[in-house]
């Protein structure tokens, strides 16, 4: 089991660029997390999702940011118009049910210049 | 704000020593804890959970405790070992979200001397 698999590792954009995160959940986990993760802070909650279906995106900013987790495929945290403010580190997680804990990803750490 | 937090940001500990890490939670409701351990550069590691129907659990070295009544949980590390030098999180889970979202502290940093 290959675990949570998050690619790219780093990621640099510029400002204005878009950015898209990676995420392939562990084998038989449909409900995939993501979080962010600025330097010396915890990590925030961002979007929840199951299979083509977004089920809470309460800790998503309400523009540039949008998350997508298909039928076929990983699930995507897509930045439109990256800024500064944006960089950070992105963890995504998986579980097989809700209500336990998941497994982490090692993290996409974007840097945006 | 947040209602998970940590009492101590960095905490310095002997090699063999026991260690131990706080934390607080506000939400009387939250009926999942879990404790997460994270090295430089990667991302956080399941170490141990405990749900509100227990006051204590024991793993390899672990142990957390969960005081319901003060809202506070801890970490012991038993026989710290330079491998255990990492940051560390408490989360909780508040049933009501129904979504398995988990709330984290900002963490403390476990440095062990050698």
């Known amino acids: 089991n290959a675990g949570v698999m998050q690619n790219p590792r780093h990621l640099v954009r510029r400002r204005g660029q878009e950015a898209r995160l990676r995420c392939s959940p562990m084998?038989?986990?449909?409900?995939v997390y993501w979080y962010r993760q600025l330097p010396e802070e915890g990590l925030k909650f961002m979007v929840y999702?199951?299979?083509?279906?977004?089920?809470?995106e309460s800790g998503m900013p309400k523009e540039r940011f949008s998350a997508e987790f298909p039928k076929e495929g990983p699930s995507i945290l897509r930045i439109q118009q990256v800024v500064r403010g944006d960089s950070a580190a992105y963890f995504c997680a998986s579980s097989p049910e809700v209500g336990g804990g998941y497994t982490f990803g090692s993290g996409t750490r974007l840097t945006v210049v | 704000g947040e209602s998970v937090g940590l009492h101590l940001p960095t905490l310095s500990v002997q090699e063999g020593d026991n260690s131990i890490i706080n934390c607080a939670y506000s939400?009387?409701?939250?009926?999942?804890f879990i404790w997460y351990k994270q090295e430089s550069g990667k991302g956080p590691q399941f170490i141990i959970d405990i749900r509100s129907n227990m006051d204590k659990r024991q793993g390899q070295r672990v142990t957390v405790l969960l005081n319901k009544t003060v809202k506070h949980l801890s970490l012991q590390i038993a026989a710290t070992q330079p491998g255990d030098s990492a940051v560390y999180f408490c989360?909780?889970?508040?049933?009501?979200?129904?979504?398995?979202?988990?709330?984290f502290g900002q963490g403390t940093t476990l440095q062990v001397k050698p």
């Open positions: 999702l199951q299979k083509e279906n977004i089920i809470d």
């Open positions: 989360a909780e889970n508040r049933p009501l979200s129904n979504t398995g979202k988990l709330i």
């Open positions: 084998k038989g986990h449909s409900h």
């Open positions: 939400n009387s409701a939250s009926d999942y």
